[in-house]
C-alpha cells in the first residue's frame, strides 16, 4: 500500500504557522505585547493574516497572550515613568485595547495619581512650586502633556506634598 504524500500547499502553511508561532513566541519572551501589536508585527514579517490570526487564537489560549496581563504590565510601566491617565488611555487605544479594559485597570490599580504627577513634576521642575504664572502655565502644560487632567494638575500645583 502506498501512502500519498501530503498537499505540497499543506505543508507550506504548515511551516508557516510554525515559524509564525516561534516568531510570536519571541516576541513575547522580550516583553509583553497585545494581540494588536502582534498582529501587525507578525504581518510585517510576511505571514498571511490567517495564519496569524490561528497562532495567535492558540496563544491565547496556552496564556501566552493575554490583553490583561499586557494592560496591567503597560499600565505600571508607564506609570513608574510618570504618566498620566489620559496619555496611558490614548496609548493603550492605540494598542488595540479597549476603553473599558483601559479603565478598569486605571480605576483598579493601587496607583496615587497625586503623588505620581507631583513626582513628575518634581522631577522635571525641582522641588519649588511655581511663584508667577508663566512658571505655573508651563509646569501645567508640561503635565497636560504627560496625560494628567486639570483637576490633578491643580492639586500639583497648589498643594506641596511635603507640606504638613
Known amino acids: 500500500m502506498r501512502r500519498s504524500k501530503p498537499d505540497a500547499a499543506q505543508g507550506v502553511a504548515n ?3 510554525v515559524a509564525c508561532t516561534r516568531s510570536a513566541v519571541e516576541l513575547l519572551a522580550r516583553r509583553e505585547h497585545s494581540r494588536r501589536e502582534l ?5 510585517t514579517r510576511g505571514f498571511a493574516d490567517d495564519i496569524i490570526a490561528g497562532v495567535l487564537d492558540d496563544l491565547e489560549r496556552s496564556g501566552a ?7 496591567d504590565t503597560f499600565v505600571r510601566s508607564r506609570v513608574s515613568k510618570g504618566q498620566g491617565p489620559q496619555r ?4 493603550l487605544a492605540q494598542r488595540g485595547i479597549g476603553s473599558a479594559a483601559a479603565d478598569e485597570v ?3 490599580g493601587e496607583v ?7 513626582a513628575a513634576r518634581r522631577k522635571r521642575f525641582g522641588p519649588e512650586l511655581p511663584r508667577d504664572y508663566a ?9 497636560q502633556y504627560r496625560g494628567f ?3 490633578q494638575i491643580r492639586a500639583a500645583l497648589e498643594l506641596d506634598g511635603d507640606s504638613d
Not at 498582529?39 to 504581518?43: A, D, I, N, S, V
Not at 496615587?112 to 507631583?118: A, H, N, Q, S, V
Request: positive net charge; charged residues 45%; glycine residues 4%.
Open 65 to 71: 497572550l493575554a490583553d490583561e496581563r499586557f494592560t
Open 15 to 17: 511551516q508557516d504557522a
Open 135 to 143: 512658571e505655573r502655565a508651563k509646569q501645567a502644560r508640561f503635565l
Open 149 to 151: 487632567d486639570r483637576e
Open 106 to 108: 486605571l480605576r483598579g
Open 88 to 91: 496611558i488611555r490614548a496609548e
Open 112 to 118: 496615587d495619581w497625586l503623588e505620581t504627577i507631583r
Open 39 to 43: 498582529t501587525r508585527k507578525l504581518g
